[in-house]
């Protein structure tokens, strides 16, 4: 038997990604265990959290200023936008340190089923950052899905009267894979993307 | 338990919870089917179910009204070969989404099933396989009994000359007889009435066509709009 509070903090974590019932019932249980120690320094950094992040109003990242801290960096490539879906997108890819450029946030994919059209995402700022004329070239990041390609294209379609050069991501075979382990949808999209040894 | 086991292609899959999906396909004998897919968003499901791909599939639910879980090993992936290539996506997009929105749940259409998988398996070709795609469109038309009627002139009863069909009846008209209703005929591609060559603007034509009276028949009689990836292919061409 719970009470109404716990049973709140039950049902609340139960929404969190990872999280079903009887986790959530776990993770309660562990706060609860360690009161001090963890519950209320988690509280106090939600609170923080939920008032002083905001997306930054240049690429859609999560920061506590705006521009975020990414946009803000003077030694970043000011040349060069990765465009993403979302910010755990761009979160992995500043993991991989792979882009010393900067960002633009799209906010999801064109999806006839999610009713996503291209006025629902960050299209328009990004076209206006790209003809700002500071930017030389726009990498598609977008995932190598039906939608996120057919998201690729169409922002390519719209980026070319910018005159900026586009590019998207390789698709093939990954580091360290063993062709005999890959799907044939991987191996298919290596083959079609090869290039001269 | 209630299941079956077929070929099937995919239409359209919807993310479900954290991993896993809710898909709708086009099976080759079961017809239009919905069903959840355990992992269907995971690391290795998202690969195989995407728009395009064509699955051996079985389907098994307790009861039969119910919507059932989907398993799947890809046969072909159509889906991986239109990625780098935005006319074959925007012809992938759009065939799938008509698919699933033309075709009624739990009916078998062995015609547009065939139809389908003949053009995903040459989906590489990009915008050469548009005609191809507009006959498919015709050809699903009739399979929904809304077929066109391209044999003979409405007016004239000749097969001759025929260069437009009645926005109306979906009739034949040839040019000579189109005189005072010119402006209100929908062109017809030469290439629908058989192998001739493709000219500038017959695939635009073709596909206006076709969206007409997927548009009033199909679609309309449900109250919904053209799929956007329909629209999209038709802007494509336009």
New interface residues.
Partial sequence: MMGPELERLVMLLAKL??FGPRSARRAALSLLQKREVLMRPLADALLAAAEAIRPCSVCGNLDTTDPCGLCADARRDRATICVVETVGDLWALERAHAHKGLYHVLGGT?S???GQ?PEDLSVEPLLRRAASGEVREVILATS???DG??TA??L??RLRDTGVAVTRLA?GVPVGGELGYL????L??AL??RRPA | MEGWEDEAIVLAVRAHGEGHALASVLSREHGHWRGHVRGGQGKAGRGVWQPGNRLAMRWSARLADQLGHFTGELEDAAAARALDDAGALALLSSACAVAEGALHEHEAHPLAYGGLAALMDRIGEGDALAPDYVRWEVALLAELGYGLDLSVCAVTGQPDDLAFVSPRTGRAVSRGAAGPWLDRLLPLPPFLLGNAAIAPGDVAAGLRLTAHFLGRDVFGLRNLPLPPARLRLADRFS
Avoid at chain 1, 183 to 186: A, E, I, N, S, V
């Fill in positions: 990604p990872g064109l006839a089923l999610a059209r190598a899905t039906v390609q057919t294209h169409y390519a379609g698709h799907d044939d949808g991987t298919t999209a079609a993307s």
